[in-house]
Every structure is written in C-alpha cells, then in structure tokens.
C-alpha cells in the first residue's frame, strides 16, 4: 500500500495563520520516513489530516489511490499521540482501553512490557511511559496498515525510548506497516528510519 | 560553565528528603505512598543544577515542598536549608514568590480570573514594572496585547513563555523551573534555557526539574539523577561525555540509551510507587543485584560527585 499526502493546505478556522501550505508526502509500507519540521509548521495537524481526524481544506490523502475517507469501519492509517494521557478514557482500565483496538495480538503486549497487572489499573495509577505502551499497543490492530507516530517518546525516559522504539521498529518490520515518525531529534530518527526528510533545510532551499 | 564551586555559597541544601501520601485505599483502611524516599540536591549560587527523572518519579514534589505549596495529605521528611537555616514554612511563606520563584509545570498555576498582565506584575502599575514587563514580552515573542487577556485565551506555547516570564520579573536568589518547556519549539526551549543560564550567571541559583536529560548536559552544571523517588547520583555534566566516570548503573543505562550513544536499553520498568523494591530501587534492573542491595544504602562522596550505590568505584 501507498499512503499519499497530495498538496496539503490547513488552517484552523478563517481568521486564524494558515498552518499547512501546499505540502506533499508519499510513504509506501516498506519504509520507515522520519520527519523533521520547523517550529509552527504543523506536525501534528498533519498526522491528524494523514489518519483522518481533520479535513484539509486543499488537496486530497490517498491510500493506493483512494481517498482515505472512502475506507469504512476500522482506519487502516493509525496515529499514536505525544501526550498518551489525553488520549485514553480516564474513566476506563487499561484493559478496556485495549480493546478499543483491533485484535490485539498477546505477542504486542508482552514485547512493550506490559505487565499483566497493569490491565485492572487505570490511566492516572500508570506512568507516562507505561500509559504510552498501552497506546502503541492499541494502535498495533490486524488491520493497521500505517503508523504515525508524532513525537511519542519525547516525555519518556531515554531507556524507555530505546525499549519502546526498538519494539516499534521490529513490530512494523515484522507485519509490513509503514511508519511516520516525527521528532524533533536528528540522532533518534537516524536511528530508527530508513529514510529521513528535514523541511527546515527543504524550505530553506 | 566554571568549577571551583566548593568556594561558592550553598543557596538550598536538600537532605534525604521524603514526601508521602495518605490514601484512603479499600474503604476506610489508609495507606501511605512514599512518592519520594530519599531526595539528595545541593544548589550553590551561580549554578545551575539539574534534577533529571522520568515522568511519574515525583519530581515536581521537590519544587511543591520547597515552596510549601504540597496537598494537606503529603508528609515531609528529611531536611531542607535554605542559605543555611531550615526552610521551614513561616520562612517557605516570606521568600516564596520573592526570593525563591517557581516556573511551574502547568499554567493550572496561574489565576484564571487575572488578566495576564496584572498576574506577571503581581499587580505593580509603576512604570519600572510596566516597562520591565513589555521588555521580558518583547524577548519571548508576546505582544502587548497578549498582557490584556486572561489565561484560556492563551496557546500552550504562549502559556508556557507567560509562565517563564513570571521567573524574569523579580531578583530572585533561586528560580526553581519545573519542566519549563515541553511544547516548546527548539529555538524557543533554547532561548529559556539561556535566560536561566543568565539568571544562574548573575549569582542565583538555578534548579531545573526536568525529564530530559540531553536538554540538561546542554546548559547545566551539575545533574542530580533521581529514579522512582531517589536520587542515584550527583553529577558533573562532564561525566556524561563517558559511560566510565558516571557511578551509578542507571546513569550509565540512561547514557547508552541516547540515541548518538547507541540506543541500547535494559529491560523493566520503573517500579510504580505501590509495588517500590526494598533497598536500592534500582536493584531489579541491575546485574550486580544481591542481598545486600536489598538493605539500606548509603549516599556516599565519589570522585567529585556522589553516588548510592554499594558496588559504584
């Protein structure tokens, strides 16, 4: 599959700075792309508009040619958040939150660590690296075919970077899923990628 | 960044401190959360020390308990000296907002019903204090107008260059910065990070509360590290060119899972507050973990810095 961003342009509302303008991307299955943009670009406005949480309001997403709107039930394109504590019901234990997922694999929860007692607790009694698991995992369903990771191990600890990354990797190897990782980090997205694109020094020329 | 500070002053002296929480568990039965066991940091004036732990170890519990500003459940243990007499909260109350400033982690600090302007002035309208104000703005990229409005019309990034901008307004003799800049982009996190560094040059002292490590080797002197609840090493920052002068294994774990240091990591966790190890609660991760470990362990000198650690040489 090829997961494709065709002119992209955003702005949040009429009055407010345009965010996106006119930016394309293309990412196949096979490839690891990592993305580093300047400040106010709009990182995670993108990720949202790549896995179907906003609508551009020029230019088109396109899954093997498809608009990614057109692909009903579960969204093949999954995105994984910086701050996992806003993203998972505070009100649920970690094990229902899980099974917002799709199919989850046993295999995914014990490579990411995740302890089976951690399952009855939740969010606010977990870590922010231990919650972060939870949310790789519940991104990880059957039917994920690309992973957008948007700064996801900035608020961890430098181990559990290496730990959940080096997971990551071999999990979307393994299965065929294809990555975008943004970061702010030159030397992490070096280590985990196959391919990096810099638009501080694109835009620059 | 100079040495010699065993000629400077000590501005705050944290010894072994503990913060606990009573909880009410099962029904009416109260349990007590050790969130910090043993807290070790020294500041000297002019420095700036780093105190480097992973989300969730109870870091920000350092800043509230040397403000005095922790929930009525939380208990303090351990010694605290401020200039060399005891912090304690009649004093907390007098130097607080005066001569210690707190950049705090979240704008849920901030008075939700106070315009900003009035807020960051602390409800100064003298002229000095006007244009003090205007000047500190002016650096962060805030307009005027900005100064008008009242905390929820604010964005995270301008929230958080608001929050920095409150430590800027005084002469304070020590600026604590509790995560200071997450959502920052890096030009701005170096700017702040500068304006700290400034401060620290200028004679205060500087303790910057912080998650990531690499952001501190930039601009502090020292780094305390501290692992679910306790701090396992004080450090200069130019140890961490080499795994070799760090002491303690989790520093040197921390070390090779940078990414330009290899990316390697150990496995586990950090332990949650309610299943904590006894002993070194570090022990379940290490290779040199025995019996002894399982005991008390002291906070002992080592090669300039200070480690605890039975095994560290």
């Not at chain 1, 057109?70 to 649920?92: A, F, S, T």
């Not at chain 2, 007590?32 to 000297?44: A, G, P, Q, S, Y």
């Not at chain 2, 899972?257 to 586990?268: D, E, S, T, V, Y």
Request: proline residues 5%; hydrophobic residues 40%; glycine residues 10%.
């Amino acid at each position: 599959m090829i997961l494709e961003a065709k002119h992209i342009s955003f702005r949040y509302g009429k009055e407010t700075r345009q965010i996106l303008n006119d930016f394309s991307l293309k990412l196949s299955q096979e490839e690891r792309l990592g993305l580093i943009a300047p400040s106010g670009f709009g990182k995670t406005t993108f990720c949202k508009i790549l896995a179907g949480y906003e609508k551009p309001d020029v230019g088109e997403i396109l899954l093997d040619g498809r608009p990614v709107s057109d692909y009903k039930g579960y969204c093949p394109v999954q995105m994984i958040w910086q701050h996992p504590e806003q993203v998972v019901n505070p009100r649920l234990r970690m094990r229902e939150v899980l099974a917002e997922g799709d199919h989850l694999e046993q295999r995914v929860l014990d490579g990411l660590g995740i302890e089976p007692d951690w399952m009855n607790r939740y969010p606010a009694e977990l870590s922010g690296g231990e919650m972060q698991r939870f949310c790789i995992a519940r991104a990880l369903g059957e039917r994920t075919r690309f992973i957008l990771a948007d700064e996801i191990s900035t608020m961890l600890d430098l181990i559990t970077q290496s730990q959940i990354w080096s997971f990551l990797v071999d999990e979307v190897e393994r299965k065929g899923i294809g990555l975008l990782a943004v970061s702010h980090s030159m030397p992490l997205l070096k280590q985990v990628c196959t391919r990096v694109r810099d638009l501080e020094e694109e835009l620059r020329g | 960044m100079e040495s010699g500070k065993n000629t400077r002053k000590v501005i705050l002296d944290i010894e072994n401190l503990s913060v606990s929480f009573s909880q009410y568990d099962k029904g009416f039965a109260k349990a007590d959360l050790d969130v910090i066991r043993d807290l070790n940091v020294t500041v000297h004036e002019g420095e700036m020390v780093a105190v480097v732990g992973s989300s969730g170890s109870g870091k920000s519990l350092l800043a509230h308990g040397i403000l005095g500003i922790l929930p009525y459940n939380a208990r303090l243990g351990g010694r605290m000296l401020y200039e060399g007499e005891e912090l304690t909260r009649k004093r907390q109350e007098a130097l607080r907002g005066n001569e210690i400033v707190l950049v705090p982690q979240s704008v849920a600090f901030l008075d939700p019903l106070m315009k900003i302007g009035p807020q960051i002035r602390k409800g100064k309208k003298d002229a000095a204090a006007r244009e003090k104000l205007d000047r500190i703005f002016e650096g962060y990229h805030l307009k005027k107008e900005v100064q008008e409005l009242y905390p929820f019309e604010l964005s995270g990034g301008m929230n958080r260059r608001v929050l920095v901008s409150t430590a800027m307004m005084g002469n304070p003799r020590l600026v604590i910065a509790d995560e200071p800049t997450p959502g920052l982009h890096m030009k701005m996190v170096r700017r702040v990070m500068e304006h700290f560094r400034e401060m620290a040059d200028r004679g205060a002292g500087v303790l910057l509360i912080t998650h990531d490590l690499e952001q501190a080797l930039e601009v502090a002197d020292r780094v305390a590290v501290f692992y679910a609840g306790t701090t396992v090493e004080d450090a200069d920052v130019k140890d961490f060119i080499k795994e070799e002068t760090l002491r303690h294994p989790y520093s040197r774990a921390l070390w090779r899972a940078l990414p330009q240091n290899g990316f390697r990591f150990i496995g586990g966790t950090q332990p949650y507050v309610k299943d904590m190890p006894k002993g070194c609660p570090f022990g379940p991760r290490c290779d040199r973990y025995c019996e002894a470990c399982q005991g008390e362990i002291p906070y002992r000198k080592l090669r300039g810095g200070k480690v605890r650690c039975l095994y560290a040489q």
